[in-house]
């Protein structure tokens, strides 16, 4: 089994920065694919950034110039810096992992965190 854990959510001013990780523990051979989701309250899941394991990234165009998605294979962990935080990024936010368990897989599997919540006061 491998778990995902978000850390680093909480309030925050408009105008502020903050940074999210996501950790990833359990059996893992190899984790390709590492996303940001966020849901906005009353919202849909929608994805907010992604990167590859050779490091292609994507940033959704709400977000894009002021996050950035980044991740460390050592650590098995995803990173998602927030700056210029408005309103409407008050979200909770879900790290999700494509994840090949063993080298017999030939199929990834989908493993999601539970959210952390961003809140940013106007």
């Known amino acids: 089994q491998v778990q995902l854990v978000e850390s680093g959510g909480g309030l925050v001013q408009a105008g502020g920065p903050l940074r999210l990780s996501c950790a990833a523990s359990?059996?893992?051979?190899?984790?390709?694919?590492m996303a940001w989701y966020r849901q906005p309250p009353g919202m849909q899941r929608e994805l907010t950034a992604s990167?590859?394991?050779?490091?292609?990234?994507y940033v959704a165009d709400s977000v894009k110039g002021r996050f950035t998605i980044s991740r460390d294979n050592g650590k098995n962990t995803v990173y998602l810096q927030m700056n210029d935080l408005k309103f409407e990024d008050t979200a909770v936010y879900y790290c999700?992992?494509?994840?090949?368990?063993?080298?017999?897989?030939?199929?990834?599997?989908?493993?999601w965190g539970k959210g952390t919540l961003v809140t940013v006061s106007p």
């Open positions: 999700q992992m494509l994840v090949q368990v063993t080298y017999l897989d030939y199929y990834d599997k989908d493993y």
């Open positions: 990167i590859t394991d050779s490091g292609i990234t």
């Open positions: 359990g059996s893992i051979f190899r984790i390709n694919q």
